[in-house]
């Protein structure tokens, strides 16, 4: 039985260009389109994470339009896309959360654009998702990445994605979207020439 898969999209604690720790901003952007990315993708459930009330209550208001609001009737397959959107203030709710809903905590697998001791391959990562019935939480950084020492807290680091060239600094939109198709998507490789 395959594993149920959570996304979080993570605020804080969040490294800044500078190296400071902060929260960052919720973006509009990133709630509509990492929500169509993990709809087409089956996530069981997308959790903003963010500890400040007034960017969580920003959120709830996009969501409110979109969910019981004139966006929802106007475009339905936003609504649905966002029907998976919940807003928590901490990765520890997001983990709560998954465990009443499936009676284990979750297997939690962060991204970055740096290699850890704990880094997993996408193939380990997609066999154990494809064959385990435990949980995954994966989790997105914003801004320079997850704190450090709330990384070594988890149970994977995915390895990071690698362009053609030196520059390295996907939006998390991108990221998220390549990151769910290599981990969930048609297994493209797999197939003859011509797609057969």
Same mark, same amino acid.
């Given at each position: 039985m395959a594993a149920r898969v959570y996304i979080g999209l993570v605020h804080y604690p969040i490294y800044n260009k500078n190296g400071a720790t902060v929260a960052t901003a919720i973006t509009n952007f990133d709630i509509?389109?990492? %929500?169509?990315?993990?709809?087409?993708?089956?996530?069981?459930?997308?959790?903003?994470?963010?500890?400040?009330?007034? !960017?969580?209550?920003?959120?709830r208001e996009v969501l409110a339009y979109w969910r019981e609001g004139y966006g929802g009737e106007y475009n339905p397959d936003r609504r649905e896309a966002l029907s998976i959107l919940a807003v928590v203030p901490?990765?520890?709710?997001?983990?709560?959360?998954? %465990?009443?809903?499936?009676? !284990?905590?979750?297997?939690?697998?962060?991204?970055?654009?740096?290699?850890?001791? &704990?880094?997993?391959t996408y193939a380990a990562l997609r066999e154990r998702i494809a064959g385990d019935a435990a949980p995954c939480l994966l989790l997105f950084g914003t801004g320079w990445g997850i704190d450090k020492q709330v990384m070594a807290s988890?149970?994977?680091?995915?390895?990071?994605?690698?362009?053609?060239?030196?520059? &390295?600094?996907?939006p998390v939109r991108a990221a998220a979207a390549i990151i769910l198709d290599r981990l969930l998507g048609d297994a493209w490789w797999h197939k003859g020439a011509g797609g057969e």
């Open positions: 509509h389109d990492i %929500a169509r990315t993990a709809r087409t993708y089956d996530i069981a459930r997308y959790f903003v994470i963010h500890p400040h009330d007034s !960017q969580a209550a920003l959120a901490d990765i520890a709710a997001a983990v709560a959360a998954i %465990a009443a809903e499936c009676g !284990q905590a979750p297997v939690i697998v962060t991204t970055d654009a740096r290699r850890f001791p &704990n880094t997993i988890f149970d994977h680091i995915l390895e990071p994605i690698w362009g053609r060239g030196e520059y &390295n600094h996907l």
